[in-house]
C-alpha cells in the first residue's frame, strides 16, 4: 500500500497530515507514506523530523492581483502537475490537506488515483474546494463547511487523542511551578507568538488585572520575555509539551486557528478567542460554533483590549461554576478520533466503498 499525502505551507495543513500518515502506519505497519510539499514550506522540517519521505515540487500559489505571475501560472501549473503525476503513479490514494501543494497533486490524481480530502477550517481555501469536485470522499472539521463533507474533526498528535487531565495535572502544575489550587489562564499565539496578544497581557499585568490568577504565557520563539515575571507570571518563548500546558489550565486566551480550536475543544477548555484579523475570516467562523453554545467568548483584535479582560474575562476566570460550564460544552466539540476515522476513509476508498 502506498499513500501520497500532501499538505505543506503551514503547520496547520502539515501536523493533520503527519498525524493522519502516523495512524496509517499504526494500522498498517507495511503502508509506505510519501509526503509532498514545497521548499517554501515547514514541512522540509517538519516531515524528516517525523521520519516519512519529502519530494518537493514547485510552489504554485494563485495570485490575488493582476501581476506577471497571473499571466505564468498556467505553464508553472502543468510542471508542478506533471512533476505530481509521477510520483503519484504507484500510489493508491492520494490524502489531501490544503495548501500550495495540494492543487497541482489534485490535478495530477484526477481520474488516476483516488482522492480524499481533509478540510480544517471553516472555511475551505481555494485547492481543497477545487479538489473537491472529483475527490472520492471528503472529511471537514466544521459541520457543513464542504458539499457531502464527512464531519471527523481535525487529525490531532497522540499527546492529545490521549490526554487525560486528571491524571496530567499534579505533574503539569509541578511542570509550571504552581500550586494545585491556583487558577490559571493559558495565553498563546503560536509557534511565532502574537503581538497584539503579549502586549495586552503585559498591559493587564501592570495594572494588577489578574490578582492571584497565574498566567502561563508562550510569547513566541522571536519575542523578549518580560523582565519582571513575578511567582504568578510564567513567561516562556514557545512551550513544547502543550498536553502538560492544557492540563495546568483553567482557561486559555489565544488565537481561534483549525488547530487550536481543535485542540483545546479535544481536552475540554474553555476559551477566550481573539481571531487573526487578516486573511479571509476563517479564524472567526472556526470558533463560532463553540462561541454560540457557550464553551467560549470571542472578541475581536480591535476590541481586545485590558477592560475587555477586566470586565469580561476575569469574571469567567473566577467562577469556578462558570469555568465548570463552559468546560464541558468546549468538551462536546472536541473530536480525539479524527485520525482513525479518516484512515477508515481512506481503507473504504482504496477498497473501492467510498
Partial sequence: MKIVVAGGGTAGHIEPALNVADAIVERHPDAKILALGTERGLETTLVPARGYPLELIPAVPFPRRINNDLFTLPSRLKVAVAQCRELLRDADVLVGFGGYVALPAYLAARGRVPIVIHEANARPGLANRVGARFASAVAETVAGSMKSGILTGIPLRVSIQNFDRNSLAPRAREHFNIPLDATVILVFGGSQGAVKLNTVIEQCRQAGIFRDVHLIHAVGMKNELPIDSGHTYHAVHYIEQMNLAYAAADFVIARSGAMTVAELTAVGLPA??????????????????????????LVTDADFTPKFVSDVVMPIVTDKSKLASMAQISAGFGHRDASSRIVDIIDQVIAGGA
Fill in 272 to 297: 477566550c478567542y481573539v481571531p487573526l484579523p487578516i486573511g479571509n475570516g476563517e479564524q472567526k467562523l472556526n470558533a463560532e460554533h463553540v462561541v454560540e453554545a457557550g464553551g467560549a467568548i
